[in-house]
């Protein structure tokens, strides 16, 4: 059976896809959470989660006041572990980030704690908040870990979530193999906007078929889902399909709102590899 998007039961002030103003002073208020289980549930996710992991959000449009009342401009990188009990919606970080544009800091320490502070309450679960300098921001790779799926030659014609796609060889021989593609589409599941990503699959386990793994990734076109859903239900979806005894799925988003997010998921590791796309 064809999977449908998840319906999710949103906050009635939720920013995304009305027209707000921009404020210019610090109103953390404006921080939107969502709970996690509004998603997991209809997945079949419950605790113990099957997986760990992190959500990394890179920010590109931070900045603020020093005391003498001078710009300062920074990156920003927030790790959410999956754990966490809410999400931010992206829009209403974005409006809260630009409601510190006017506020005076005397140190950047004191950026950090206030984010720190803020981000911890919305998130519902402590973060580790990082300044990052513009010079190493700009540091990138070319591509995500392992084989691009891309030049594969298929023919596709399902864009809408699919699990029954994918398939695996002999059970009984065991590999372990990563995969990636930069074709990955979703939609918002407010606005219906495109969400763009390159995602990575790394499992040992029986042999998954490549032509239908990439199929399967390519079914998520019409599919409306956040971020964090969608990373999480492919996650899920290859564990019940393809039953690997280890599984990692990465998803690298493209910036919107000078925000990407970036979700990890992974029955090995706990945290997301440091790289950042050329895309991005």
Request: aromatic letters at 8%; glycine letters at 6%.
């Amino acid at each position: 059976m064809v999977g449908h998007s998840i319906a999710v039961a949103l906050p009635s002030d939720l920013p995304l896809g009305k027209e707000v103003g921009y404020t210019s002073t610090y109103t953390p208020s404006l921080l939107c959470g969502i709970q996690r289980s509004e998603f997991r549930t209809p997945m079949g996710i419950e605790d113990p989660l099957p997986f760990n992991g992190e959500d990394v959000w890179t920010g590109y449009e931070m900045s603020w006041l020093d005391e003498q009342g001078k710009p300062q401009v920074s990156g920003l990188r927030v790790h959410v572990p999956c754990t966490s009990m809410a999400v931010v919606e992206s829009k209403s970080m974005k409006l809260y980030l630009n409601s510190l544009s006017e506020t005076k800091f005397v140190q950047r320490a004191n950026v950090l704690s206030t984010l720190d502070s803020d981000l911890a309450l919305a998130f519902r679960s402590p973060v580790l908040v990082e300044l990052v300098d513009l010079k190493h921001l700009g540091s990138a790779t070319d591509e995500m870990p392992g084989m691009c799926l891309d030049h594969l030659d298929i023919f596709v014609s399902e864009y809408h979530r699919n699990p029954q796609l994918l398939s695996t060889g002999d059970r009984e021989h065991v590999v372990k193999e990563t995969y990636h593609t930069n074709l990955f589409r979703s939609l918002c599941p407010v606005t219906g906007q495109p969400d763009w990503a390159s995602i990575m699959v790394q499992y040992m386990g029986p042999p998954i078929d490549r032509d239908n793994l990439l199929k399967y990734l390519l079914s998520y076109r019409c599919h409306r889902a956040f971020h964090e859903a969608a990373i999480e239900q492919i996650f899920v979806d290859i564990e019940a399909r393809c039953r690997p005894d280890q599984l990692t799925v990465f998803g690298r988003f493209l910036r919107r709102g000078g925000l990407d997010i970036n979700p990890f998921r992974s029955n090995v590791e706990d945290v997301a590899p440091r790289l950042r796309l050329s895309r991005q």
